[in-house]
């Protein structure tokens, strides 16, 4: 029997009016959630990806500032714009899409936003919350897999989970969040040998490496759950994942389908992290 499809459109969906109602609440008690998203150059692909952004924004009732700059606006420049966003009270999450321009040190910006606006969990306080346990936000993409996780109402104790991959966004992030939930982890990489020989061992597999078909049906143990992060053209232009989709799903329990598979759970795990900050940003309001 072919593998189930986890829908990350149709979880999706329900968990953004979940999102939607919280926000007209926290509305009615005076705060409008917002996200300031700011592109500094003309990615075609972060075009796309910020137009999704403040798309999804607009349609949970969740205020959206986009902030565009030229490909040469200076480093020094971002920066005031990013202290100026820290300041903000309409503003409870600052984005900056990536890749930046060259000239601008990416990691001197993400450490520029307040950790308390951190919607992306890039922030190394952010990781350093993940890595030990304390309460900050999680990266979008590895939290929305988890999501999908849950949603099939897996249990990870105890599993293995291998995760191919170790990005600080995606790779890093979803292991420590497995490793939360007591599974066994793995993580593979580009100088990983014989990464069949891990995979075979795992209950769930998470890739995320940026490579069409790098995950075949002779590398998945029958019944496992496959997420895939890839996010790929192939040789018609068309999305795809790191799984070979057709043939994996003949063997696995469970996948998620490219397109409509982990993206969309991507942009959701932004607008809750956004309602997240407004919430706290409430909070903190009620107690002063
Ligand atoms: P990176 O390029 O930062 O990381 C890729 C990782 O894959 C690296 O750790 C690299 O290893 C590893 N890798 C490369 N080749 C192999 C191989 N042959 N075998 C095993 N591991 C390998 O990418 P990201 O983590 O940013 O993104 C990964 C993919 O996920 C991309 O396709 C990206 O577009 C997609 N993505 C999708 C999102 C979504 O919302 N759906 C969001 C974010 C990303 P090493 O560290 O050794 O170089």
Same mark, same amino acid.
């Given at each position: 029997?072919?593998?189930?499809?986890?829908?990350?459109?149709?979880?999706?969906?329900? =968990?953004?009016?979940?999102?939607?109602?919280?926000?007209?609440?926290?509305?009615?008690?005076?705060?409008?959630?917002?996200?300031?998203?700011?592109?500094? %150059?003309?990615?075609?692909?972060?075009?796309?990806?910020?137009?999704?952004?403040?798309?999804?924004?607009?349609?949970?009732?969740?205020? #959206?500032? =986009?902030?565009?700059?030229?490909?040469?606006? #200076?480093?020094?420049?971002?920066?005031?714009?990013?202290?100026?966003?820290?300041?903000?009270?309409?503003?409870?999450?600052?984005?900056?899409?990536?890749?930046?321009?060259?000239?601008?040190?990416?990691?001197?910006?993400?450490?520029?936003?307040?950790?308390?606006?951190?919607?992306? %969990?890039?922030?190394?306080?952010?990781?350093?919350?993940?890595?030990?346990?304390?309460?900050?936000?999680?990266?979008?993409?590895?939290?929305?897999?988890?999501?999908?996780?849950?949603?099939?109402?897996?249990?990870?104790?105890?599993?293995?989970?291998?995760?191919?991959?170790?990005?600080?966004?995606?790779?890093?992030?979803?292991? =420590?969040?497995?490793?939360?939930? #007591?599974?066994?982890?793995?993580?593979?990489? #580009?100088?990983?040998?014989?990464?069949?020989?891990?995979?075979?061992?795992?209950?769930?597999?998470?890739?995320?490496?940026?490579?069409?078909?790098?995950?075949?049906?002779?590398?998945?143990?029958? %019944?496992?759950?496959?997420?895939?992060? %890839?996010?790929?053209?192939?040789?018609?232009?068309? =999305?795809?994942?790191?799984?070979?989709?057709?043939?994996?799903?003949?063997?696995?329990?469970?996948?998620?389908?490219?397109?409509?598979?982990?993206?969309?759970?991507?942009?959701?795990?932004?607008?809750?992290?956004?309602?997240?900050?407004?919430?706290?940003?409430?909070?903190?309001?009620?107690?002063?």
């Amino acid at each position: 029997m072919p593998a189930q499809i986890i829908d990350g459109l149709a979880l999706s969906k329900k =968990l953004r009016l979940a999102i939607a109602d919280q926000v007209t609440s926290l509305k009615q008690r005076g705060i409008q959630p917002g996200l300031a998203v700011v592109l500094v %150059g003309d990615n075609p692909a972060s075009q796309v990806y910020v137009r999704n952004k403040i798309k999804a924004c607009e349609d949970a009732g969740i205020h #959206s500032v =986009l902030e565009k700059y030229e490909a040469d606006f #200076s480093e020094a420049d971002l920066l005031a714009r990013i202290e100026a966003l820290n300041h903000d009270p309409a503003i409870h999450g600052i984005l900056v899409q990536l890749p930046l321009p060259a000239h601008i040190n990416e990691q001197k910006v993400l450490e520029a936003i307040s950790a308390q606006k951190d919607v992306d %969990g890039f922030h190394v306080s952010s990781a350093g919350a993940l890595m030990t346990g304390l309460p900050g936000f999680w990266p979008c993409t590895p939290h929305g897999c988890l999501k999908m996780l849950d949603d099939i109402g897996y249990d990870l104790r105890g599993k293995h989970a291998v995760v191919v991959g170790r990005s600080n966004i995606v790779g890093k992030p979803m292991a =420590l969040m497995l490793l939360s939930r #007591s599974a066994t982890v793995t993580i593979c990489h #580009s100088a990983t040998q014989n990464l069949a020989a891990f995979t075979r061992q795992a209950d769930v597999i998470v890739a995320a490496v940026g490579k069409q078909n790098l995950i075949t049906a002779d590398m998945v143990k029958p %019944g496992a759950i496959v997420i895939d992060v %890839g996010m790929n053209r192939n040789a018609e232009g068309k =999305l795809c994942g790191d799984v070979d989709f057709d043939g994996v799903r003949e063997v696995a329990g469970w996948i998620t389908p490219v397109p409509g598979g982990v993206g969309p759970m991507t942009i959701t795990m932004l607008l809750d992290n956004t309602l997240q900050s407004a919430e706290r940003s409430a909070a903190v309001r009620q107690t002063a």
